[in-house]
């Protein structure tokens, strides 16, 4: 019933306005408010059949884990090229998980990450992953 579902992901937001700026002109993504949905947003991602839904909370939480993944040829430029655009990058310094000061961890186990917020509070990454 549902294998041939065109499926898609969503997430809630305290306050869709300052999403749609941090989605649409912070990262540069193609973002629209549909007012007939209650103000939701779809964020359009290239490579995607589908889009992303952003809706309004009211009672928002953040998510405690990340909510989308930026896949990224390098990660080190792409956190350079948003911190210019005023996005901050998580710093994380514990026995399971250090970031440099650019906030990019690296030989964790894992691929070259880096992990920043969106308004909301919600994570989003950028993820080191060579291209096909």
């Known amino acids: 019933m549902l ?8 997430f809630s937001v305290n306050d869709i306005d300052a999403a749609h700026k941090f989605y649409g002109e912070t990262l540069g993504l193609p973002v629209n408010k549909t007012e007939d949905m209650g103000g939701m947003l ?18 928002h939480q953040p ?14 430029a792409a956190v350079k090229e948003l911190t210019a655009r ?10 399971y998980l250090k970031t440099d000061e650019h906030g990019v961890a690296k030989g964790n186990g894992g691929p070259t990450i880096a992990w920043f917020k969106d308004p ?13």
Do not use: M
């Open 3 to 10: 294998k041939n579902s065109k499926a898609f992901s969503g």
């Open 42 to 59: 779809t964020i359009h991602i290239n490579g995607n059949e589908n889009n992303i839904l952003v809706y309004p909370k009211q009672d």
């Open 63 to 76: 998510a405690t884990y990340t909510i989308l993944n930026f896949p990224v040829a390098d990660v080190e």
């Open 86 to 95: 005023g996005v901050r990058f998580e710093i994380y310094d514990s026995e």
């Open 120 to 132: 909301a509070g919600n994570y989003l990454s950028l993820i080191e992953i060579e291209p096909e």
